[in-house]
């Protein structure tokens, strides 16, 4: 009842319109287009945030999680020339960037032998020599080494580029792939899908349909896979809403989706560098839209290394409920864009702590988000001096 009280003495303060669109929240009713967009454009962050946060609390509780996972990125050279990209390098460079042999990214995965993650992350540019054929190779030899080890791996953007190159359907192409050892797909690549946004910040590489086609195909293949959108450059309220209208649609059809994970555009070293980045405050406003929006999605997810570590933890207020994994120190992605974290690279004690930091409960999960651990009642000693969290 404490709580319940001051929610409903916010909501009859917020205004007409919102008012109406706080009650249906709290009865658990979806909202609309229209109304998603009033929330973006009237909607304080003290309301966001109380409803985003009821929303995620009944949902999850205090319930955070986070997994022990290592990130591969095959190579940084790409044919495709992304305004807001920081990291890949043209193909016709390819000298200044890098490219990672089978057995180089092979030993990468020997060198977590006795190690207890759970998953492998497998994205980077689209380079041409590393086809279909290639990756397929490369997943069957991961998992002829460790077979329980999750692969999650390759944006739509690299798939679309894969299966055309080798003249297959997507639904050809996601098959060949899961057979292989392919366990999930990420979310990246999807941007913002509005043409009008797309095709000025990333016109050459596969548009909205077809990414979502190969979701699609991807659930229908029995896997599941994440969703992401690029915010916080030149798109709209209304561009961020129809993005995650089409994301929402499709989980209505497939319920293949586990997560949404908004990524905040950062503008170091690259193409878009004129644009100024989004506030502390309009990154909570994402955070609690999408929570609230996205009514679908079971899962809320920020990555900590580009928001920063006190960031991170105050999304934990405004709808998240996922902060990734202990991630490592070799991932490129974040670094090169200008993240908050330069090393990105968290021991599972560090996670924990920081989530308990937070007031929360600190769950390890899998990639399809079953518990692994859960460290709400461990020690704070105990975690710090446990030698498998560290």
Not at 31 to 46: K, N, Q, Y
Not at 62 to 78: A, D, K, M, S
Not at 241 to 258: A, P, V, Y
Request: hydrophobic share 35%.
């Amino acid at each position: 009842m404490s709580e319940t009280l001051p929610m409903e003495a916010l909501i009859r303060t917020s205004g007409e319109g919102l008012y109406q669109i706080g009650e249906k929240i709290l009865a658990g009713e979806r909202i609309t287009p229209d109304e998603g967009l009033a929330l973006f454009e009237r909607g304080t962050l003290s309301l966001l945030g109380a409803l985003a946060n009821h929303v995620r609390e009944k949902r999850h509780g205090h319930r955070t999680y986070f997994n022990r996972n290592f990130h591969i990125e095959p190579t940084n050279v790409c044919v495709f020339s992304c305004q807001f990209c920081s990291y890949s390098r043209l193909y016709a460079h390819r000298d200044e960037g890098w490219e990672l042999s089978m057995q180089q990214m092979l030993d990468i995965v020997k060198g977590y032998d006795g190690k207890p993650v759970t998953e492998v992350h497998i994205v980077g540019g689209v380079h041409p020599k590393m086809n279909l054929d290639f990756f397929m190779e490369l997943m069957q030899k991961i998992k002829a080494h460790r077979p329980d080890l999750h692969i999650k791996g390759f944006t739509a953007v690299e798939l679309d580029y894969m299966f055309r190159k080798a003249k297959l359907t997507i639904e050809e192409g996601m098959h060949r792939l899961h057979e292989a050892g392919l366990d999930s797909l990420p979310g990246g690549g999807a941007e913002i899908f509005h043409p009008d946004v797309r095709n000025v910040i990333c016109a050459d590489k596969v548009d909205a349909e077809g990414w979502l086609a190969i979701h699609e195909a991807a659930h229908n293949e029995g896997m599941h896979t994440n969703a992401t959108m690029l915010y916080g450059h030149i798109e709209s309220y209304a561009h961020r809403i129809d993005h995650m209208e089409r994301l929402r649609s499709l989980q209505d059809r497939t319920g293949g989706f586990n997560t949404f994970i908004p990524l905040k555009f950062r503008n170091k070293d690259n193409d878009m560098s004129h644009v100024p980045e989004s506030s502390v405050v309009e990154d909570m406003k994402m955070y609690a839209v999408a929570r609230l929006y996205m009514d679908n999605f079971p899962h809320l997810k920020a990555y900590w290394p580009m928001l920063g570590r006190q960031n991170a933890q105050l999304t934990l207020s405004f709808g998240v409920n996922d902060l990734d994994g202990t991630i490592d120190d070799t991932t490129k992605i974040y670094s090169m864009a200008g993240s908050e974290e330069q090393r990105p690279s968290l021991t599972t004690a560090q996670l924990v702590t920081l989530i308990k930091q937070a007031g929360r409960e600190p769950v390890e999960r899998d990639t399809l988000y079953h518990v692994v651990q859960d460290y709400t009642n461990m020690d704070p000693e105990q975690i710090q001096t446990d030698p498998s969290l560290n």
